[in-house]
């Protein structure tokens, strides 16, 4: 009888000493920019709350400049459990659902705060969850920010931009959006963009200030029209799996952080956005073209039949419901 509780402590202690010195939940983030950037700054102070609050539970390894995967390797890399958390552009998760090109729509929103308005409203919301079923879980949205249009020569009006080549990033909603002005849209990973301006392989580009910024686009863009046309956001996102699968204190806590870390990136961006746009102007290479109400007009107008031309992929009714967050 003695034997057996000896042997029955000591399994005891032998499992409460594994489930002590468990390995850690590993979690590897991917993403395409500097830790400087909004979205680099997110990941680190992703990983510190992790660390203070999870320490010896989660461990978080961060692999900046796409030292892991570029933004449209990521989703193949999540489905196969290569990587458990990256954060792509909007635009590179068409392939899972056509839905999410609602943020590519031009003149959509009209400042971010109707962007937040409809990512957090009930539609926004479901987008994130859109994918579930092809293993793909969304768990935020991080903020760039608004995107500006530029080339060498001005653009205020919608003609400006005829005949011209625009790099852009690989969505077909973009591209159209350039086509129905006259112009060519240029398909081109973010890296590429200052090289192919200096050669004139394309006439001009579109982006927010920080990204403009922070990649010394503007030394050869000689006009910059601040014409807040589209969106530049990015979606956090997770094996559906690896999150579903995770322990419940733990999800609980990560969902948490995660929050945390998107809000705190989020106000990262809107600094940026303000700091790289005044820094442009000091700079002094690049004239600021303001459009009159009139010439925004005018280039919503040009830009309509994008929606139009979309409106059965993404859905009518999410496209009215996204625009009504503008009020």
């Known amino acids: 009888m003695k034997l057996a509780i000896a042997v029955l402590t000591s399994v005891i202690v032998s499992l409460c000493a594994a489930t002590v010195h468990a390995d850690p939940i590993q979690i590897r983030f991917s993403h395409t920019v500097s830790g400087k950037a909004p979205k680099?700054?997110?990941?680190?102070?992703?990983?510190?709350?992790?660390?203070?609050?999870?320490?010896?539970?989660?461990?978080?390894?961060?692999?900046?400049?796409?030292?892991?995967?570029?933004?449209?390797?990521?989703?193949?890399?999540?489905?196969?459990?290569?990587?458990?958390?990256?954060?792509?552009?909007?635009?590179?998760?068409?392939?899972?659902?056509?839905?999410?090109?609602?943020?590519?729509?031009?003149?959509?929103?009209?400042?971010?705060?109707?962007?937040?308005?409809?990512?957090?409203?009930?539609?926004?919301?479901?987008?994130?969850?859109?994918?579930?079923?092809?293993?793909?879980?969304?768990?935020?949205?991080?903020?760039?920010?608004?995107?500006?249009?530029?080339?060498?020569?001005?653009?205020?009006?919608?003609?400006?931009?005829?005949?011209?080549?625009?790099?852009?990033?690989?969505?077909?909603?973009?591209?159209?959006?350039?086509?129905?002005?006259?112009?060519?849209?240029?398909?081109?990973?973010?890296?590429?963009?200052?090289?192919?301006?200096?050669?004139?392989?394309?006439?001009?580009?579109?982006?927010?200030?920080?990204?403009?910024?922070?990649?010394?686009?503007?030394?050869?863009?000689?006009y910059i029209t601040e014409s807040n046309h589209g969106l530049l956001d990015y979606m956090v996102i997770t094996s559906a799996e690896f999150w579903q699968n995770l322990p419940a204190d733990i999800r609980v806590e990560l969902d948490q952080i995660m929050a945390e870390a998107i809000a705190f990136g989020n106000q990262v961006a809107a600094a940026n956005n303000d700091e790289n746009r005044q820094s442009v102007i000091d700079f002094g290479h690049s004239e600021i073209v303001t459009l009159s109400d009139q010439q925004r007009a005018a280039w919503e107008l040009a830009m309509a039949p994008v929606w139009q031309q979309f409106a059965n992929e993404i859905g009518p009714d999410l496209i009215l419901a996204a625009k009504s967050y503008n009020q």
């Open 40 to 222: 680099g700054q997110m990941a680190k102070h992703f990983k510190k709350l992790v660390e203070e609050r999870l320490k010896g539970r989660v461990e978080v390894k961060i692999y900046p400049r796409s030292l892991m995967y570029l933004d449209s390797e990521v989703v193949s890399a999540l489905q196969e459990g290569k990587l458990e958390l990256a954060a792509p552009a909007l635009s590179k998760l068409k392939r899972l659902t056509p839905k999410l090109q609602v943020f590519d729509l031009p003149f959509l929103f009209k400042d971010m705060a109707a962007v937040d308005r409809f990512q957090n409203s009930p539609q926004g919301k479901a987008l994130l969850q859109a994918t579930v079923d092809q293993g793909v879980l969304g768990l935020g949205y991080l903020h760039n920010g608004m995107k500006q249009m530029s080339a060498n020569d001005p653009l205020r009006v919608p003609e400006d931009a005829n005949g011209k080549r625009f790099r852009i990033m690989s969505s077909e909603v973009i591209k159209a959006q350039f086509e129905v002005l006259g112009a060519e849209g240029v398909k081109a990973a973010f890296p590429d963009v200052f090289n192919m301006l200096a050669r004139g392989k394309v006439n001009g580009q579109e982006n927010t200030w920080s990204n403009i910024y922070s990649a010394h686009l503007h030394r050869h863009q000689k």
